[in-house]
């Protein structure tokens, strides 16, 4: 489990006083430290923060092009994009570029929590995070930049040891992301998920 501490990036002073009640409200021994811009978050007095919950319209760097710098100071930070304009392209967009979740601010505190408890455990972000965007289950947004990574080597035909060598993971950690794979590409196998990826552009 990560531990509680979480940087909320937002330039709303009212939103980020809401979400941070509705974090207390629902996670335990709760350190939060708050900015309004990128350029404040990456001066925050938190040295190691667990989580960043970072909001794409931003003054100065956006959220978006900000997800690469929070990283950069944080590797072990698990970002997680929020914003009021959930269209696929953002989605999209912010997964690519590193981002564990995508969480919509229109979507109720229950299910912000949900996203966050589970990236916390270290499970992926699931169907909530993507919910509000409208993507449907089988939508690759549902997966994660390291699931897709699993899948481009799945789609390779290697077996989950020499996927595991390749990204530095263990086997079990591996079958994990196979497995949340399959259920995010709607199919039970290993040659279904190559052919149902290969169908929709995910792969090369």
């Known amino acids: 489990m990560l531990p509680a501490r979480i940087l909320l990036i937002d330039d709303h002073a009212l939103f980020r006083c809401g979400l941070r009640m509705v974090l207390a409200s629902g996670i335990p021994e709760l350190e939060v430290a708050e900015a309004s811009s990128l350029e404040e978050g990456l001066r925050a007095g938190m040295d190691d923060p667990a989580l960043v919950l970072l909001d794409i319209q931003l003054h100065g760097l956006n959220g978006l092009e900000g997800i690469a710098l929070v990283k950069r100071k944080w590797p072990e930070a698990v970002v997680v994009i929020l914003s009021s304009d959930a269209g696929p392209h953002n989605v999209r967009m912010a997964l690519e570029r590193g981002a564990a979740a995508f969480v919509s601010k229109a979507d109720s505190a229950d299910n912000i929590l949900a996203v966050i408890e589970r990236l916390r455990r270290g499970e992926p972000a699931g169907a909530a995070a993507q919910a509000a965007a409208g993507e449907g289950a089988g939508s690759p947004q549902l997966l ?61």
């Open 144 to 204: 994660t930049p390291r699931q897709f990574e699993v899948l481009d080597l799945l789609c390779q035909g290697l077996p989950n040891k020499v996927i595991g060598r390749r990204l530095g993971l263990s086997e079990n950690t591996v079958r994990g992301h196979v497995q949340a794979v399959l259920a995010a590409l709607q199919v039970s196998s290993r040659s279904e998920a190559g052919f149902a990826a290969r169908r929709r552009g995910l792969v090369g």
